[in-house]
């Protein structure tokens, strides 16, 4: 059983920075790829940010230039890098492992980032 533990997050002012971790335990034997999703208050959840397991990385537009998602695959560690932060970025930043064989999905447990203007 594949578990996510997520770290990081919490108040900011705008333009300020933060930092998440998400780490992975349990069994991992499949090709992967990791994201953060986020979920603003009254809204759906979103992907933010994704990465493979060789490093190649995609990231929704809004936050292009601000944020940065790295992960270290020898401590089964994602991370979330943001800067220049903006109120907009409030919300519940969820941390998604997923498997393609076979195709499942596990998520953590969520962390708040709440960005001041």
């Known amino acids: 059983q594949v578990q996510l533990a997520e770290s990081g997050g919490g108040l900011v002012q705008a333009g300020g920075a933060l930092s998440l971790s998400c780490v992975v335990s349990?069994?991992?034997?499949?090709?992967?790829?990791m994201a953060w999703y986020r979920q603003p208050p009254g809204k759906q959840r979103e992907v933010v940010a994704t990465?493979?397991?060789?490093?190649?990385?995609n990231y929704v537009d809004s936050v292009k230039g601000r944020f940065t998602i790295s992960r270290d695959n020898a401590k089964n560690t994602m991370y979330l890098h943001m800067n220049n932060l903006k109120p907009e970025d409030t919300a519940v930043y969820y941390c998604n492992f997923h498997t393609l064989l076979p195709t499942r999905d596990y998520w953590g447990q969520g962390t708040q980032v709440s960005v001041s203007s």
């Open positions: 349990g069994r991992i034997d499949s090709i992967n790829v």
């Open positions: 990465i493979s397991e060789s490093g190649r990385t």
